[in-house]
């Protein structure tokens, strides 16, 4: 069913606490946890704690969720004290996501450039 833990995913493993991490900051809904190959001085993942396979996909089925998520962005990058930062939600292999749990990643910390490449 839609939201409910799958056996086989990481982020899962992550949110029941089989599989440790870092975490930073977790609410009724979401889990934040450092990335565990960090690409700027702040490298934390934001997620729901219900399954959903990527950002699109948590969109359509529960917008109150999604909005949960994005507001922990935003709270992640104020507590590690970011005046830039990016929010990126890969969607799909293309786009380089390789975990199919819906996760945003906020970076900061360092310069970035547009476009990402
Ligand atoms: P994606 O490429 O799907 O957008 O992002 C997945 C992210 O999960 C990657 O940045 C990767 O480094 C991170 N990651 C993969 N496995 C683990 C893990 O076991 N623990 C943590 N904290 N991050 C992970
Ligand atoms: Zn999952």
């Not at 009724?28 to 450092?34: L, M």
């Not at 922990?72 to 749990?101: C, M, P, W």
Request: proline share 7%; with cysteine; net charge negative.
């Amino acid at each position: 069913m839609a939201g409910e833990p799958q056996d086989d995913c990481l982020f899962c493993k992550i949110v029941a606490g089989h599989v440790p991490a870092t975490i930073v900051r977790e609410t009724e809904t979401t889990v934040a946890f450092r990335d565990i190959n960090p690409q700027a001085p702040t490298h934390v993942l934001v997620i729901p704690k219900a399954h959903y396979a990527n950002a699109a996909e948590l969109a359509a089925a529960d917008p109150a969720l999604t909005a949960d998520v994005l507001r922990e962005t935003e709270t992640v990058a104020d507590e590690d004290k970011l005046e830039s930062y990016r929010i990126v939600f890969n969607t799909g292999v293309g786009a380089g996501q390789t975990v199919f749990h819906a996760h945003a990643h906020v970076l900061g910390g360092r310069g970035m450039h547009w476009p990402p490449g």
